[in-house]
């Protein structure tokens, strides 16, 4: 088996708490981590022309900007809004020469208990801002994620799921994997591969942590590569040998990591990377 590793980016989530973006710019450069995704919070922050600035300046690939998404709405102005938001992250994420908008699709809208509905809905929506998307050259990288978050974040919660999406959606429509979200799924490699088949272009990024057992909080208690219960390695391999050749994205949302010196947290994530990844 070949022994490529991919190229380490850390998804500045990881160090949310911690540092703000130019923080985390500098921080990872420090300690020559090349790769970052970028939060449209933080970006805010910084301001979109200074962050561009920035990530040029350390020679930062920007392996993702998080996030667009959240398109299931109570209404029609919701809706609109939610597209219209989509459509200034997609142009956010070409000003700072991301690889992809990663889309968190989100859940149910208040009150509703129409999950069918609300997957339409993201199917709308995703299709509203395409042809923007693809005008500007910005991949749209829908990213499923774990059953848990299916009332709240996304309804979209497997890789079969995305796969269908982008059928349906056309070029520059793709897939954000992410082994803490899908790593349970039984068709996982069919899955990869049916991606990869349909389209070399499928594969827009690859994020990486690990399932803590037990996960005391849903949200903010993921797990370094190596201190739970996913084969890394083995999910490595799996989009290795369909070809994907981006970035191995650390995204750890955890309050244990959030209390930890940043630059302990930077230099944890290259050790892991290359020992566990
Ligand atoms: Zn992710």
Redesign the pocket.
Known sequence: MSKIRYPLSI?QATTRKQWTLRQAIEGYARHDVRGIAVWRDKLDECGVDEAARLLSDHGMAVTGLCRGGMFPAADKAGLQAAIDDNLRAVDEAVAIGAQCL?LVCGGLPDESKDIVGARAMIRDGIAAIAPHARAAGMPLAI?PLHPMYAADRACINSMEQANDLCDELGAGVGI?V?V??VWWDPYLKREIDRAAKADPQRLL?F?ICDWLSPTTDILVDRGMMGDGVIDITEFRSMMEDVGYEGYA?V?IFSTRWWNTDPDEVVVTCIERHQSVC
Do not use: K, M
């Open positions: 998804n990663v990213e954000a992410d803490y979200h990024a994020h994205e995204e």
